[in-house]
């Protein structure tokens, strides 16, 4: 069965690989899951936080009044909770072209059009087949407009764009007041594809300390519902590839994601709960399954259920709310 597919211009075997998670910075868990099939190789973020920060601790060694400097550091995470530095993570991406032969997607996360993107370069020099350009950011200002969140992230990816010559993709939120016009616009400044979606990782309240907590659940199917709804409505629509990411344990769950229009299945979860061998007994299974249902290829099956194909197109618009709400019964 012919599982192969395009992702940001990669002709890759299959659309199943590791999305981005603390594995991919370790060459022994890198070969692991290279053993178990994975397409590419999507490493952990490298964070705008990280590069700053040692920017400001170069230029504090040179010349930087120490009360300034601490001052500064202040507003930055601590840095033991980095696993490793801007310079160590181009070496990794060195080490671990050298230990695989799939592809190999580094990822650079900010949310400000500053010098950490420059990294992105830096990143295409050490060896990446291409470039996960991660714009997790939460508006918290109450002046802040959304024509200014998105007209930032724009112009940061036209900033990498410029910079690079390899593939980047676009990982977003689902959080934007209009996500299909968004996805249109990162695509006219040419980003060559868009994960969708990043995770938020909500704080919770410890309501005897009064404490904020720190909480990280691990993702199940469910989470995949918001997933398949944008993937169908941008399928067809935007010249951009289209990567899922969150949500993807089981066959019917990889299944979905491309009859929505997925060429790509990023799994986290997945992976660290079952190992790598998840991708494995994912990629035989949907090849079985296309089999049996007498499709010729995954192309012929990808995005068929989208908005543009789907023989109802209003479950993935206002009517599918409407008759929910007014048909259900106890």
């Known amino acids: 069965m012919d599982l192969s597919t395009t992702y940001l211009g990669m002709k890759l075997p299959h659309p199943f690989m590791p999305g981005a998670n603390p594995w991919g910075l370790k060459l022994d868990k890198v070969r692991q899951l290279e053993d178990a099939g994975a397409a590419a190789i999507v490493m952990p973020s490298l964070f705008e936080e990280q590069i700053i920060k040692e920017s400001l601790a170069t230029t504090n060694a040179m010349d930087t009044p120490a009360e300034s400097f601490a001052e500064a550091l202040s507003y930055f995470p601590n840095v033991d909770e980095f696993r490793i530095g801007p310079h160590e993570y181009l070496e990794t991406i060195r080490k671990i072209k050298e230990a695989v032969k799939v592809p190999v997607v580094a990822s650079l996360n900010g949310v400000t059009k500053g010098g950490w993107l420059d990294y992105a370069k830096l990143m295409a020099q050490a060896g990446a087949d291409a470039l996960e350009l991660n714009v997790y950011y939460l508006a918290t200002d109450v002046n802040e407009t959304c024509k200014a969140v998105e007209a930032r992230a724009i112009d ?175």
């Open 156 to 330: 940061m990816v036209k900033t990498v764009k410029k910079a690079v010559k390899i593939p980047v993709a676009v990982k977003l939120s689902p959080f934007y007041s209009s996500l299909p016009n968004f996805a249109a616009q990162l695509a006219k400044a040419k980003a060559d594809g868009l994960v969708l979606f990043n995770r938020f990782y909500q704080p919770d309240i410890n309501i005897e300390t009064l404490q904020t907590e720190r909480v990280l659940h691990l993702s199940d199917s469910s989470a995949l519902l918001l997933r398949l709804r944008w993937l169908a409505v941008l399928s067809g629509r935007i010249n951009a590839s289209l990567a899922v990411s969150g949500g993807v344990h089981a066959l019917a769950d990889a299944i979905k994601a491309i009859m929505t229009g997925a060429h790509a299945v990023q799994m986290v979860s997945a992976v660290l709960r079952n190992g790598p061998q998840v991708i494995q007994q994912i990629r035989t299974q949907v090849a079985e399954w296309l089999e049996q249902h007498e499709y010729e290829s995954l192309a012929q099956m990808q995005g068929s259920m989208n908005l543009m194909r789907s023989p109802d197109p209003s479950a993935y618009e206002r009517a599918n709310y409407v008759h929910l709400l007014q048909t259900w019964k106890a």
